[in-house]
T-cell receptor, first 116, second 115 residues
Framework: EPEVTQTPSHQVTQMGQEVILRCVPISNHLYFYWYRQILGQKVEFLVSFYNNEISEKSEIFDDQFSVERPDGSNFTLKIRSTKLEDSAMYFC??????????????FGPGTRLTVL | AQKVTQAQTEISVVEKEDVTLDCVYETRDTTYYLFWYKQPPSGELVFLIRRNSFDEQNEISGRYSWNFQKSTSSFNFTITASQVVDSAVYFCALSEDTGGFKTIFGAGTRLFVKA
């Protein structure tokens, strides 16, 4: 069964460093998402991406964050200058189609980011 | 605006007890989708069920059942004869049929099932 994959599973970085989290969505999916879950808290929406552009973003997704689909398979989240409060689990998700049929978003296993 | 409320922060039961996890949602859309996800200690999000706003039929899947009531904006989840392996955090979530179809999650209910 197709699945969303994420690499790395755990990333440790120093405050102020740039990190790139990678995701490979399911191949025929059209919508892509990043979510964040700070330890012990709820899953929060960061950004949705469709047709090679951001379709919606949350207040969390400030100028320090960016997303990119550099080729036909990868979907990346970049944090330019990490802060301690960026430590969280980051989930990538993808969905097949949109208008009139919000199919289930399939979530990847997550990347645990630890900022020291 | 979308909102999902899971008022129960933690529930503790003894194995074989039935347990119901509550979920109340708010939305202005007439078309929306409701979900339940399980998050075991390993951290991944495991999809359990999706319901669209036009389908109020309750569903049963093995020991799991879901009660969707639009009149009270609730989508409750019952585990019958709970088992230790059911111990996890359970999230209720809502997605509207607009914009980027983002999913809004509730705060989660941590379920402890004791042997």
């Amino acid at each position: 069964e197709p699945e969303v994959t994420q690499t790395p599973s755990h990333q440790v970085t120093q405050m102020g460093q740039e990190v790139i989290l990678r995701c490979v969505p399911i191949s025929n999916h059209l919508y892509f998402y990043w979510y964040r879950q700070i330890l012990g808290q709820k899953v929060e929406f960061l950004v949705s991406f469709y047709n090679n552009e951001i379709s919606e973003k949350s207040e969390i997704f400030d100028d320090q964050f960016s997303v990119e689909r550099p080729d036909g398979s990868n979907f990346t989240l970049k944090i330019r200058s990490t802060k301690l409060e960026d430590s969280a689990m980051y989930f990538c998700a993808s969905k097949f189609q949109g208008l009139g049929d919000a199919d289930t978003q399939y979530f990847g296993p997550g990347t645990r980011l630890t900022v020291l | 605006a979308q909102k999902v409320t899971q008022a129960q922060t933690e529930i503790s039961v003894v194995e074989k007890e039935d347990v119901t996890l509550d979920c109340v949602y708010e939305t202005r859309d007439t078309t929306y989708y409701l979900f339940w996800y399980k998050q075991p200690p390993s951290g991944e999000l495991v999809f359990l069920i999706r319901r669209n706003s036009f389908d109020e039929q309750n569903e049963i899947s093995g020991r799991y059942s879901w009660n969707f009531q639009k009149s009270t904006s609730s989508f409750n989840f019952t585990i019958t004869a709970s088992q230790v392996v059911d111990s996890a955090v359970y999230f209720c979530a809502l997605s509207e049929d607009t914009g980027g179809f983002k999913t809004i999650f509730g705060a989660g209910t941590r379920l402890f099932v004791k042997a």
